[in-house]
């Protein structure tokens, strides 16, 4: 199916009321999986799973038809195998979804400088600014998803509500494919059937504590006193599961969150204690947390490792730079440093891991250098790697000692 043929279905809709009910969900449908779909349209139909096919491996995304057999994302992929043996499996390509989802940012900016990134496949948006310029909120999320369908050739759920909680659960509720407008005089009625762990901040422990108050509904919760919630559930947490279960919810449309921080890590398909491996994989690591830091025009200042072992204990190692960076070659030489410092050379580990924290603008950055200290050119260098990458791919040019054959890790 070409993209132009990719046409939103009708709109599923609680009500037709979208008075007082600024605020959109645009949540991508089954976004990975879509995307490789767009040129493998033969699979369109069929259970398809995108994750790293190895024993260790996780399931980033599945289409509708592989969830009716149970499988779901982060769930291991040795388990998703088993649920759906005939599922399809493709590998994922990072670069690609990271190229539809700017894409898709830029599509909702072009509706209202009101939008809230909560992931690379959805969004919050207040278009409150824009009905007199584009109609009333339910006609602006339609053109969203037809602009959506029509320009990346995947589809995406909107729902439209007073409230940011209301609008994530109405475009929940019409997946896949789907536009749900929850009237402001409804949201009580829309939400009181639901389970209790619909509600944000309703774990396993949080289900089990209300389920001995005999709560199993949103409109159970809303019946015990706020007084109540408090005792058993905390200050905090009380107050919040009351507001929610009435359908309060005061936090507006953030458009402009700064990243606290960015990291990247690898799970081994096979335990690894070679020191050698585990810093060709920290080398990869740096590279890629360097060239999303320039990317998102971010230097920082304090790096970081993670290192699980064999036996699932992870500990975290962390140095503060002298001054910020988006320098690769920088990133690699402190995190190779503290994988050295930390006792576990030659020990058996699953997962290394490296993040960058402490995030400033790169265009305020200006290295001082020492006395007689030359300039390395290494920043221009990895710009011009950044540059090739778009034109040619991500692994147009790589560090030497990256340009091998893969040694079988699986990418999270």
Not at 30 to 49: D, H, Q, T, Y
Not at 114 to 130: C, K, L, R, T, Y
Not at 198 to 226: C, F, H, M, N, Q
Request: aromatic content about 4%; proline content about 7%.
């Amino acid at each position: 199916m070409s993209r132009k043929q990719q046409v939103p279905r009708p709109v599923s809709a609680l009500g037709t009321d979208d008075t007082g009910c600024p605020i959109l969900h645009v949540d991508m449908d089954a976004f990975f999986a879509s995307v490789e779909l767009r040129e493998r349209p033969e699979l369109r139909g069929l259970p398809v799973i995108v994750g790293a096919p190895g024993p260790r491996g996780v399931v980033l995304s599945a289409t509708y038809e592989a969830r009716r057999f149970g499988v779901h994302s982060a769930m291991p992929m040795i388990r998703a195998r088993r649920l759906c043996p005939r599922a399809v499996i493709i590998p994922p390509s990072r670069g690609k979804y990271s190229e539809v989802s700017r894409g898709v940012m830029e599509i909702f900016r072009t509706f209202t400088p009101e939008v809230e990134p909560i992931a690379s496949d959805e969004a919050f948006m207040d278009v409150g600014g824009a009905r007199r310029r584009l109609g009333p909120p339910a006609a602006i999320a339609a053109m969203i998803r037809e602009r959506v369908a029509g320009e990346h050739g995947i589809t995406c759920s909107v729902g439209v509500a007073n409230s940011k909680f209301v609008a994530k659960l109405a475009s929940q509720h019409c997946k896949p494919d789907g536009l749900m407008v929850v009237p402001a005089d409804q949201v009580v009625d829309f939400l009181h059937p639901l389970p209790i762990a619909a509600l944000w901040g309703v774990g396993e422990r949080t289900e089990r504590s209300l389920a001995r108050l005999g709560v199993r509904t949103v409109g159970d919760l809303a019946k015990i006193p706020v007084e109540t919630l408090r005792h058993e559930l905390g200050q905090a947490v009380g107050t919040h599961l009351a507001a929610l279960a009435w359908g309060r919810d005061e936090r507006r449309v953030t458009p402009h969150t700064p990243d606290k921080s960015i990291g990247a890590e690898e799970t081994f398909a096979t335990d690894v204690d070679d020191p050698e491996r585990i810093h060709r994989e920290l080398l990869r690591l740096s590279e890629r947390v360097a060239a999303r830091l320039r990317q998102a025009g971010h230097a920082g200042r304090t790096v970081s490792v993670k290192l699980r072992r064999a036996d699932f204990t992870t500990i975290s190692r962390s140095r503060t730079l002298r001054e910020p960076t988006d320098v690769a070659r920088v990133l690699y030489a402190t995190a190779r440093d503290l994988y050295g410092a930390s006792g576990l050379l030659g020990v058996r580990l699953r997962l290394v891991g490296v993040r960058v924290e402490n995030l400033v603008p790169a265009s305020g950055v200006t290295r001082q250098l020492g006395l007689g200290e030359r300039e390395t050119g290494w920043r221009e260098a990895e710009q011009a790697m950044d540059r090739a990458a778009r034109r040619f791919g991500p692994d147009a040019v790589l560090p030497a000692s990256l340009v091998r054959p893969s040694f079988g890790e699986i990418d999270l």
